[in-house]
């Protein structure tokens, strides 16, 4: 389980977060909608320990998120709208998946990654089928828990429907969990099993 903690967070002065509490279970997905600028991005950031919160702690699987990474892998994955910021453009696409570890044949077929795109550069492949890898990578690895913030915002509509469909049984399957972000309330509606509006 991962618990957000009576967690607060400010840049400067202002104090963006106060006393957030959220518990994100395997296998469910908790939608997280908000308007612009409240501090959804920032959280995930603090959920997958890229921030470490001001007050209050982020705890998973009663262990404090950030501590002891030598014996303990981060098992929270954050996954960007920009896939290809994420990844080595000096990389062919199966040096970007095997950083992660073998991938299985089920995540490739499940993401529909084609063959053809495992010798091709990170600039030869569309934002979709870059999303797709960087989807692949996180579940290859030993991640728990996915944080997606916008992950489809840059796709169309049955792209986007593909990559969720295959995402979600994905999640079910080996009960990750996962928050996911957006400022389509609809998509949310959809995909979550809670959600949370700011
Ligand atoms: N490194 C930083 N230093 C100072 N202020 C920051 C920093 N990063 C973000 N902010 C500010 O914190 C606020 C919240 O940003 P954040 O990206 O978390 O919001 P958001 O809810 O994800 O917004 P959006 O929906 O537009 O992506 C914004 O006003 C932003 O300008």
Known sequence: MLEIKNVSYRYEEFWLLKNV???????????LFGPSGSGKTTLAKIAAGYL??????????QRIQGTNREKHPN??????????????????????????G???SEILSVLEIKEEWLNRWPSEL??????????????????QYLIADEM???LD???????????????KKHQIGMLAISHDKRLLEMVSDRLICW
């Open 157 to 171: 509509a049955v792209s986007q429907a593909n990559i969720w469909h295959a995402v979600l049984h994905l999640m």
């Open 21 to 31: 509490n959220l518990v994100i279970r395997p296998g469910e997905v908790i939608g």
């Open 52 to 61: 470490k919160p001001r007050e209050g702690e982020v705890i998973i699987d």
């Open 102 to 104: 073998e991938p299985s």
């Open 152 to 154: 489809t915002a840059m």
């Open 126 to 143: 569309s934002g979709g089928e870059l999303q797709r890898f960087q989807l692949a990578r996180a579940l290859i690895s030993t991640s």
């Open 75 to 100: 098992p929270v994955q954050l996954i960007w709208q920009h896939p290809e910021k994420s990844m080595n453009p000096r990389w062919r696409m199966k040096e970007v998946l095997k950083e992660a």
